[in-house]
């Protein structure tokens, strides 16, 4: 068997709804499906998150004026693997995150 683990989270700003990232430290991408992908090291390990947005909403207190309903998919399991990844990417945290915000 294999599990599969999907989450869902709010992210703070405009997250891309289609294409696929597959960004190490150099920020190179490949199109491989609809769902984004992050791998990078956290610390000295490996992480690879998917993610794909669901739904945008305009909100006065996020921090471009959007948030982004994302669908998230993190193929290895380290610490706070999520909220590093969202923090990471152009600097869109998850919603109520003060720790990587």
């Known amino acids: 068997r294999k ?3 999907e989450y869902t989270a709010i992210v ?3 997250v891309a709804a289609d ?3 597959d960004d190490k430290l150099t920020g190179s991408g490949t199109h491989t499906s609809n769902w984004n992908i992050v791998n990078y090291p956290l610390g000295s390990k490996y992480a690879i998150t998917q993610w794909r947005a ?3 909403a305009k909100s006065l207190n996020a921090k471009d004026g959007t948030l982004t309903l994302v669908q998230v998919r ?3 399991g ?3 693997q999520i909220r ?3 923090a990471w ?3 869109r945290p998850l919603v109520g995150d003060h720790l990587y915000a």
């Open 3 to 5: 599990v599969v683990k």
């Open 12 to 14: 703070n700003g405009d």
């Open 19 to 21: 294409g696929v990232k």
């Open 54 to 56: 669901i739904r945008h």
């Open 74 to 76: 993190p193929l290895t």
């Open 78 to 80: 380290r610490y706070h």
């Open 84 to 86: 590093r990844h969202f």
């Open 89 to 91: 990417i152009g600097r």
